[in-house]
């Protein structure tokens, strides 16, 4: 069954970005040369180039046309980690040390801090009650100036007394896990991530430059005590296009994606 006419065309410009026959930043065709160059009507060829931007391979700049995007080279994130470090799943110092191992420069905000009322899936995966008061830290994370990540972790409120660094805008540089560990005896045993897609929200639409119909992942880390007992969510949303991710089980060979 013949393809519709406007992923044909969008496969042909597709085709033409991907092997540098429109290269990065370069102009596409005006609306009017393509409805000639491809036969077709207004309607198809703004269709695809409506899939050329779910795909984030242009962008439209009102007044001044389509472009063919920058290449991206994807950031690749190993999701599993040893839980006695702490980190994992492109948190803290992990993170860190993973872009660093590919010679890129990574780039993190100052830490905001809030106390709300946990919604309903954060007090779910907490295991308290929802609108129990939570201490919330965000951070947005770049690599090559480039936005690659927005990452806030939650703790129930009562940690706040006997930890209060939780409540400081800064960076724990020993990472929380090991923070909460030193001062509370808390000692992260395990951790599972619920790993979703969805539709960007408009500070996320913002932040990563992307289309309103793209998408993003989200990854819900609950961290477990050495009792069983939830003691840390951390939610971290990425743009799909621009990351990848590696789940690891057992002790399989060096990737080549990896530095030595």
Request: hydrophobic share 35%; net charge negative.
């Amino acid at each position: 069954m013949p393809q519709p006419m406007y992923q044909q065309i969008a496969d042909d410009l597709r085709k033409q970005i991907e092997s540098g026959t429109l290269k990065p930043g370069q102009q596409l065709p005006t609306e009017i040369q393509l409805r000639d160059s491809y036969n077709a009507s207004r309607n198809t060829v703004r269709d695809a180039i409506k899939r050329l931007t779910s795909l984030g391979l242009v962008e439209t700049r009102p007044g001044a046309g389509t472009y063919a995007t920058r290449k991206i080279d994807p950031f690749v994130t190993v999701i599993t980690e040893d839980p006695d470090t702490g980190y994992g799943g492109g948190e803290g110092a992990a993170y860190l040390s993973q872009v660093r191992g590919v010679h890129r420069k990574p780039t993190a905000s100052d830490v905001r801090v809030e106390l709300k009322p946990a919604p309903e899936a954060v007090a779910l995966r907490l295991r308290i009650s929802p609108g129990d008061q939570v201490v919330l830290r965000h951070q947005e994370r770049y690599i090559d100036e480039m936005p690659y990540s927005l990452q806030t972790s939650f703790f129930p409120f009562e940690f706040a007394t006997k930890a209060p660094r939780l409540l400081m805008a800064e960076d724990i540089k020993e990472g929380a896990v090991r923070y909460l560990e030193s001062v509370m005896e808390i000692r992260q045993s395990s951790y599972r991530d619920w790993i979703t897609a969805r539709a960007p929200d408009d500070l996320e639409q913002k932040f990563f430059d992307i289309p309103h119909d793209s998408m993003v992942f989200e990854i819900f880390r609950s961290a477990f005590d050495q009792e069983g007992n939830a003691f840390r969510l951390t939610v971290t949303v990425f743009p799909a296009d621009r990351n990848q991710f590696i789940v690891n089980v057992g002790s399989p060979p060096r990737a080549t994606y990896e530095s030595d």
